[in-house]
């Protein structure tokens, strides 16, 4: 129902006052734990993010040393995809304390 007495936003007043969330870019960022060894890390980078080995290796000791590494920046859709990717990834078999994935977050 329409109320004629108020005035109505256009479509173009409504997309200028909200938000878009598919704007980028989104960050999504690796955070340190002690159940994954660098070689997963670095192993993982290079599978998911499609990283050469170098720059994966660059990120491990980033996320060790800081505790965090931004590893990817872009699109939201681009970056929901890695950040799902890096979530279902799994444990490090190289250690018996590692039962998941690293953590990631997907941020604005």
């Not at 006052?17 to 704007?23: A, G, Q, S, T």
């Not at 994954?36 to 660059?58: G, N, R, S």
Request: hydrophobic share 35%; net charge negative; charged share 30%.
């Amino acid at each position: 129902m329409t109320n004629m007495g108020a005035s109505q936003p256009s479509i173009l007043e409504e997309t200028e006052i909200r938000p878009r969330l598919n704007d980028g870019p989104w960050k999504v960022v690796l955070w340190d734990d002690d159940f994954h060894t660098y070689e997963y890390v670095i192993e993982m980078l290079m599978d998911v993010c499609q990283m050469p080995w170098e720059k994966a290796f660059q990120h491990a000791v980033e996320v060790d040393t800081r505790k965090k590494t931004i590893v990817f920046t872009g699109e939201l859709e681009h970056a929901e995809f890695v950040h799902e990717r890096i979530l279902n990834y799994g444990p490090d078999p190289r250690m018996s304390s590692s039962k998941g994935s690293m953590t990631a977050t997907l941020e604005k």
